[in-house]
């Protein structure tokens, strides 16, 4: 009989699809400490990690920065400039970088665009136990339904846990698209945002349909984003089961 215990990716286990939405907030490597504490006692799931906001690509500096967060579930994200992120060096040294992270992480954020650059971190986090989000970010519009699901289904097919896709709604009806999306195929994995200021509300409403996870902000204000502590105030009204977790942990720590 084998009496190790079973190890649980806890980013996995977030993403399971709960009655409780699972937060995640952005860091770079300039987060001060007391920010990071404060996002705990608050009540943080996911620290996402990202890598290409950080002042050097240095393997020691980052990974140095990445132990910072252990007490968080963490989704590494080195995002490139095309999408919306900070990276401009080269797929090669990203892919390098990736592998270097993927040890002390518990995901992968991905783009569906640099499927064919990052196949090999790709194929080794399908392989592994690490949780694979493949991400598709549209800055200037929404797509169709058959868009949508045209994105969703790539990403499937590359091995991912989740698909991520996040599209600027200039109106209600975006918004509706992507809800009516989201609720018709939140089964297979999903995380929906809506950017700019009508995607708000997907912040909040977007986990009741199926979302796996909602993005908040700490200090660095992003397009469509809440606050943390908003967001965690607004989830805690609409989901009666943050308060019967928050019981749990108050026993959990009763005990230790």
Request: proline residues 4%.
């Amino acid at each position: 009989m084998d009496d190790h215990p079973v190890t649980v990716n806890p980013l996995r286990a977030l993403l399971g699809g709960g009655p409780i939405p699972p937060i995640a907030v952005s860091f770079s490597d300039r987060s001060l400490d007391a920010d990071i504490d404060a996002a705990q006692a608050g009540g943080l799931d996911v620290a996402e990690l990202r890598i290409d906001r950080y002042a050097s690509s240095e393997v020691g500096h980052v990974l140095t920065q990445v132990r910072r967060f252990d007490r968080f579930a963490t989704l590494a994200t080195i995002r490139t400039a095309a999408e919306g992120g900070c990276w401009t060096a080269s797929e090669q040294e990203r892919a390098d970088l990736f592998r270097s992270v993927m040890p002390y992480v518990d995901g992968i954020d991905v783009e569906l665009t640099s499927a064919t650059s990052m196949s090999s971190v790709i194929d080794e986090a399908v392989a592994g136990d690490h949780v694979l989000i493949i991400s598709n970010h549209d800055f200037e519009s929404t797509p169709s339904l058959h868009e949508l699901e045209s994105i969703a289904q790539q990403g499937k097919e590359l091995g991912a846990d989740v698909v991520k896709l996040s599209a600027m709604a200039h109106s209600q009806h975006d918004l509706r698209t992507l809800a009516s999306f989201t609720l018709q195929k939140a089964e297979i994995g999903l995380i929906v945002i809506a950017m700019g200021d009508h995607g708000t509300a997907s912040r909040v409403f977007f986990p009741a349909l199926g979302s796996r996870l909602t993005y908040a902000y700490t200090s660095d204000r992003v397009s469509g984003q809440l606050p943390f502590q908003t967001t965690f105030e607004r989830l805690r009204e609409f989901y009666p089961e943050f308060d019967e977790r928050k019981a749990r942990e108050l026993r959990t720590a009763d005990r230790t």
